[in-house]
Each structure stands twice: as structure tokens, then as C-alpha cells.
């Protein structure tokens, strides 16, 4: 059952899904997906990310069912790993996705911006039986640490072999991504790169496995590597969603070694968690000045709905931890672009494990645009 209350309260969405979502959003049933054992390959939501949307998927789709009728785009302007966008890719509508990290970019592109079917499985089985028994860049600075030596070794040689065999840039990014996700599941830590655990229990060696894409589905779809503030000023959609950082914990930080990993420029890396220069990489939102381009980004968003996802965690021991953007200022910047109802929904989200709240409030803001 749906409550709807005024614009300055909530709208109350309980756990069960309303069955009737996916008939406004049929998949399309021309899917061409690569014929491999479902033990070879990975899927995008298959990545540990702070802020993943993938169990809330459900609960997005049916708001802009029951709010945003004929959609034909969907911005995705701080995608992350991209699940959102993917969500709505499959239903034969337009994705414009977004991310400032590399790291997170290669992947947007490998899932949502590759239409061709390139095969890669012959090459990624060609990394996988790579030797390594040297200590190269990586295992340098990150072996002991956040792998196991010998994993390493086998992440750096990977990595540097991948820049001979790419024949393209989006076989350039698909092995990138690949490499990325089984990066993830060896990382001696709790899920970013902020730290790595003291004991060094993720001892599994490193293995690639092929992508699971939809090639059919990305023909349309545009991806972007840009400041949100900047892009949002090009794009024009139906649905812009917006699920920017919410405090000051910057995603440069916790994910500073993939973004390393993915773009292999090679810099000096310092301190004990071993990161790199990467002030032009820091988000503008997770700063004092949050609410300044928050404000900025609606007034040159051109679209008919933005939905704009902000987790309320409430007061925590950690200030850095605490929302930049108070819900005061996001209502009172989105009801200057149209009308405002809140969303909300209970679930236990992936964190950095630092906050004391017992549970977590996602709230959607949906605004109707009419100026």
C-alpha cells in the first residue's frame, strides 16, 4: 500500500513491490547475451560500492512507473557502478550515464556503452595464464597490503598486458572492467580502499571472468566521464536521477587504488593506504559548498522529472559521516523547479562500517518539473 502525503512529508512505499511495475517497462526480447557457463562470467552488480542502488532497484523503477509516465531518456549523472541506468536499459530506453571516476567510467561503458557483440572470452583466458614471478609497479606498492603478494604481481602484469592486446578502445575498457570486478573479490579489505585489514586472509588468486552484457540494448546510450555540474548543462532527458555523495567521505578516497588500477598513468603513491594525487578527482558534494552546487545543478538541469536519491542516517559519532545537503535545502531547491513529494524506504546499506545508526532511511525526492 501507497500513503501519499504532502510535499514536505513522506511518501511511504512498504517493502512488497507493487507486481504491476514491469508492464509500464517491458524488457525488449531481442537480447543477445553471450553464450558462456554462468560460472564464467560477471554481471554489474557484482561489486562491492559504497552507496550501491541494486537493492533498491525496485523501489526507484516504481516511482518513476507511478510518477514519470512515457519515458523515453534516463540520466544516470552520478552512476557508479551503473546499476541504475542498467535498471532502465533494459527496457529499451535511452541511457545517459555518468561518473567522474575512471574506474567507474570504463565499466559505464564496457556495460552500457559497447554495441557490438566483441568477444573476449580468448583473452581474457590469455590473462589468466600470464606468469607472474616479478615484482612489478603494483605489487610494489600493494602486494602485502591490500593483496597477497603473488595476486599482486598477477594485477600488475595484467594490467600492463592488457595495453598490447586491445584492439579497441571498448575491448580496452571490457578487459579493464573485467579486471576491476576480480580485483574486488581478492582485496584484503572490507569493500573500499581506504584501508586494508591487518590480517591478510584473502589469499584465492586473482581471476578474470567475461562480462554478461546486452549488446542490443546499448545502441542509444551516450557515456560520459565528466563533472555532473558541467555535463548536466550539454544533456537534455526525460528522468535526470541524482544520487550524489552524501557527506564528506570522498569516493576518490575509498576507491583511489582502482581508479589507479584502471587509468595506469603509474604516479607516486604515498602514505600507508599507498594513495595518489587525486585532487581532480574530488567531488564538490562532499565539501561545504554542497548545497551551492546542488543548487547549481537543478537550475541547469533540462528535463521533465529528477528524482534525486539522499540517505538520511541520521546524527553520527563520525562528523564526516553526517549529510551535507539537509533535507530544508533539498526541498527548498527542487520546489523552485517544480512539485516536490518524498519517497522513503527502510534497507541496511553498505557502508564503511564507521557509522552508528541501526538501520538506514533511503529517500527518493521526485519533482514533477514545470519551470
Known amino acids: ?13 512498504e517493502d512488497t513491490i507493487i507486481p504491476s511495475i514491469g508492464r509500464r517497462f517491458p524488457v525488449k526480447s531481442n537480447a543477445r547475451l553471450p553464450k558462456i ?13 559504497l552507496g550501491n542502488k541494486y537493492k533498491l532497484l525496485d523501489f ?33 530506453i535511452k541511457v545517459i550515464s555518468n561518473d567522474i571516476l575512471f574506474s567507474n567510467y570504463a565499466c559505464l ?42 595476486n599482486a604481481r598477477k ?8 595495453e598490447n592486446i586491445a584492439d579497441s578502445e571498448a575491448e ?20 573500499h580502499y581506504d584501508a586494508y585489514r591487518k590480517t591478510l586472509d584473502m589469499v584465492k588468486p586473482v581471476e578474470l571472468q567475461v562480462p554478461r552484457i546486452d549488446w542490443s540494448a546499448n ?40 581508479e589507479n588500477l584502471a587509468e595506469w598513468k603509474k604516479p607516486e603513491v604515498v602514505g600507508v593506504g599507498k594513495k595518489m594525487d587525486r585532487s581532480h578527482i574530488k567531488s564538490e558534494y562532499c565539501l561545504r559548498n554542497a548545497t551551492l552546487a546542488f543548487e547549481d545543478l537543478i537550475k541547469n538541469a533540462n528535463c521533465k522529472h529528477i528524482l534525486m536519491s539522499y540517505n538520511n542516517t541520521g546524527e553520527s559519532k563520525d562528523g564526516r559521516s553526517n549529510a551535507r545537503i539537509s533535507d530544508e535545502e533539498i526541498l527548498q531547491i527542487l520546489k523552485a523547479k517544480g512539485k516536490v513529494e518524498i519517497f522513503e524506504k527502510n534497507y541496511q546499506a553498505f557502508t564503511t562500517g564507521k557509522s552508528n545508526g541501526d538501520g538506514h532511511t533511503e529517500r527518493v525526492f521526485y519533482c514533477n518539473v514545470n519551470k
Open 109 to 150: 561503458s564496457a556495460f552500457l556503452g559497447t554495441n557490438l557483440d566483441i568477444q573476449i572470452a580468448s583473452k581474457i583466458e590469455y590473462l589468466n595464464s600470464l606468469e607472474a614471478n616479478k615484482d612489478n609497479y603494483f605489487s610494489d606498492h600493494f602486494g602485502d597490503r591490500y593483496f597477497t603478494k603473488q
Open 37 to 49: 557457463p554462468v560460472a564464467q562470467y560477471f554481471q554489474m552488480q557484482n561489486r562491492r560500492y
Open 219 to 258: 545502441e542509444e546510450n551516450e557515456i560520459y566521464k565528466e563533472d555532473a555540474n558541467k555535463l548536466v548543462k550539454k544533456i537534455s532527458c526525460d528522468v535526470l536521477y541524482i544520487d550524489p555523495p552524501y557527506n564528506s567521505r570522498q569516493y576518490s578516497d575509498a576507491y583511489h587504488l582502482l
Open 60 to 92: 526507484i523503477e516504481e516511482i518513476v512507473s507511478k510518477k514519470c509516465g512515457q519515458v523515453e531518456s534516463f540520466c544516470d549523472i552520478f552512476a557508479g557502478t551503473g546499476v541504475v541506468g542498467e535498471r532502465f536499459n533494459k527496457f529499451g
Open 172 to 191: 580496452r575498457n571490457l578487459l579493464i572492467c573485467s579486471l576491476l570486478y576480480a580485483v574486488d573479490k581478492v582485496a584484503n579489505t572490507v569493500g
Open 155 to 162: 594485477i600488475g602484469v595484467i594490467r600492463e598486458e592488457i
Open 1 to 13: 500500500m501507497t500513503n501519499v502525503k504532502s510535499s514536505s512529508q513522506a511518501v511511504l512505499i
